[in-house]
């Protein structure tokens, strides 16, 4: 059952309003966004490049940039190891493209999900060695390889860490044999345990004064090459273009976007608009998107998905030839390549989650908390993505577990109220490896430690039934009669959307449905026209579940009633939504409309 909460966040409204020459309803919006005073306010709306945080505050930068500068100096061999997903495909594009403009001696190697795992392993390690590689760089990766970088230190490498996932760390009570590889750092009652790299920047590191923590892989790696291009006197202009890539990045690992996460994506969208790179054109050019129109969905919905589908199914290498493809006629051959995995991968995912719903449905597993799903047949790339769309079904944390070259590999999703990579802490006994943040973590472990995961994390959760029900944030009631061309346009001002600055959520009650029917080929659009207490009549779509929402109103009102409003009868079946506004723009014919999101 979901739970409907209205926003009543205070401020000074009328102040702000005339400041910064926007409606009440935009300041509150904004408030409801935990934007609070008017410089923050200002950076919100107004924020660019120059706002951006010094790279330099990053814990050990300095250190970096000095071995760095040597290294380059000395035409010593550097290797950029990365990850296979989106985030650290791009982050190793940035540190490539501004290594070899300091004219550093660089290549890179990315681990193949499926063979080399997640991360640094001994046998990157040992590729690089016998390359002669003398540093190796890690991005989007390297905070939790203590024992890899050890390894590598073992064989005379120097190694920088660049990361921003979560610093791995003991209860300061467990007594456990001390890793002398590891530097400690304590902090309340966790000792936090670094790899022993040359230098390690992660803004994560618990004594890190960077300002904000949540940047992502390919952030970091920015940073770190601004640094580099200032200190040794380089013109950092010259590498302004790989902002678009750190905005692809920060969507597409799902950051929040606040603070200089915004700047990063707002400006990244606009470069990408009218990007010179030619993977990039060609991609958007196959997927059907108008490079003028781009947005955060188009990243988030269909060029994320493409550029991790070589990590999924292929090798994420293929990504990165994209981005570094030098001609249209190479990067149309590479991007028609990524969308043919990325189709293949939708219905790949399509099959998983239909077994994995049957499989909760007709077992025990319905009954808990943390859902556990073992299904050993899917490719165990795609196991995030199907936790993720069981978790939006039945709003549970969720692990999906497949088997694996060795043992079994799974991937988590969770929900707000549950902590997934510390739920995983408290069971590492049973685990080979983990790793992840708050909403998502992967694992590896024995097959036979899968039911003893299940029972302990549910013997440990302590998530209420409250937890268990979606919230669903409304900003505000919006009465029909506020709806605008001018108001949906000043709407945008919000605008790049995404996690941590959703789209507005608006509601209305005593919404009497005056006409409604079924479009698309699918059966999947309710067409609607809805009435207030106003007397206001506004169309409405619905994209959801028309099904389910048909069988909601048959339920309350009768299946007689229903059938005669879809056959275009009067009716008085009412409801309360949440919509969003838009203009629709039929064959040049604009109208007001709204996209209904939820309904009781």
Not at 297 to 315: E, K, M, Q, S, W
Not at 558 to 574: D, M, P, Y
């Amino acid at each position: 059952m979901e739970r409907w909460v209205l926003l009543h966040k205070g401020a000074k409204f009328e102040e702000l309003s005339e400041k910064f020459h926007i409606s009440k309803q935009l300041v509150s919006l904004i408030r409801n966004r935990n934007v609070i005073g008017e410089e923050a306010m200002e950076k919100y709306l107004h924020g660019t490049i120059s706002d951006l945080y010094d790279g330099m505050l990053l814990k050990d930068m300095n250190r970096a940039i000095d071995i760095l500068t040597e290294k380059i100096a000395d035409k010593k061999k550097i290797r950029v190891i990365g990850d296979y997903d989106i985030d650290g495909v791009n982050a190793t594009y940035i540190l490539l493209e501004g290594l070899e403009g300091l004219g550093a001696e660089v290549d890179y190697d990315i681990p193949n999900r499926m063979t080399d795992g997640y991360g640094l392993s001994n046998e990157l390690i040992e590729r690089a060695a016998s390359a002669g590689v003398d540093t190796i760089l890690t991005c989007d990766n390297g905070i939790a390889a203590r024992k890899e970088i050890a390894y590598a230190k073992e064989l005379g490498m120097t190694v920088i860490v660049t990361d921003h996932h979560e610093v791995p760390y003991e209860d300061e009570q467990k007594q456990e044999e001390k890793d002398q590889t590891a530097e400690m750092t304590y902090k309340g009652k966790r000792k936090y345990i670094l790899p022993p790299a040359d230098a390690v920047i992660d803004p994560k590191q618990p004594d890190c004064n960077y300002p904000y923590e949540g940047i992502c892989g390919a952030t970091v790696a920015y940073k770190l090459m601004e640094a580099l291009y200032e200190v040794t006197g380089h013109d950092v202009d010259d590498i302004d273009y790989l902002i678009e890539n750190v905005a692809m990045a920060t969507i597409g690992d799902v950051m929040d976007l606040e603070d200089e996460n915004r700047i990063f994506v707002r400006e990244g969208l606009e470069m990408l608009k009218r990007t010179a790179n030619p993977g990039m054109r060609s991609l958007m050019e196959c997927n059907g998107i108008e490079k003028e129109r781009l947005n955060s969905y188009h990243i988030g919905f269909v060029i994320g998905p493409c550029l991790n589908a070589g990590g999924r199914l292929d090798t994420a290498k293929r990504a990165l030839e994209l981005l570094r493809a030098k001609n249209k006629k190479e990067a149309d051959v590479l991007a028609g390549d990524l969308k043919a995995l990325n189709d293949s991968r939708k219905d790949l995912t399509a099959k998983a989650v239909k077994e994995a719903i049957e499989y909760i449905e007709h077992s025990t597993l319905k009954e808990d908390k943390v859902l556990v799903v073992y299904l050993p047949e899917c490719h165990e790339s795609l196991a995030g993505i199907v936790a993720g769309k069981i978790r939006e079904k039945y709003y549970r944390p969720v692990f999906v577990i497949t088997d694996a070259k060795e043992g079994a590999k799974g991937s988590g999703r969770s929900i707000e109220a549950y902590y997934m990579y510390e739920k995983l802490h408290e069971c590492e006994e049973l685990l080979d490896k983990y790793g992840g943040h708050k909403m998502a973590a992967g694992l590896s472990l024995p097959v036979e430690n899968i039911d003893k995961l299940r029972r302990r994390l549910n013997e440990k959760c302590m998530l209420s039934e409250k937890d268990l029900s979606e919230k669903i944030t409304i900003d505000m009631q919006l009465p029909f009669s506020k709806i605008s061309p001018k108001f949906i346009d000043e709407i945008k001002l919000l605008e790049p959307f995404g996690k941590g600055n959703t789209k507005p959520v608006f509601a209305e009650k005593n919404l009497v449905i005056r006409s409604a029917r079924v479009l698309g080929r699918n059966k999947n659009v309710l067409k609607m026209r809805l009435e207030n207490a106003e007397h206001v009549i506004l169309d409405a779509v619905y994209f959801g579940e028309v099904e389910k929402f048909i069988g909601y109103l048959e339920e309350k009102y009768g299946k007689q009633e229903v059938t005669e409003l879809l056959t275009g009868g009067r009716s008085r079946v009412t409801i309360q939504a949440t919509f969003y506004p838009e203009i629709n723009d039929y064959l040049g014919r604009k109208t007001l409309q709204i996209v209904v999101m939820h309904y009781r």
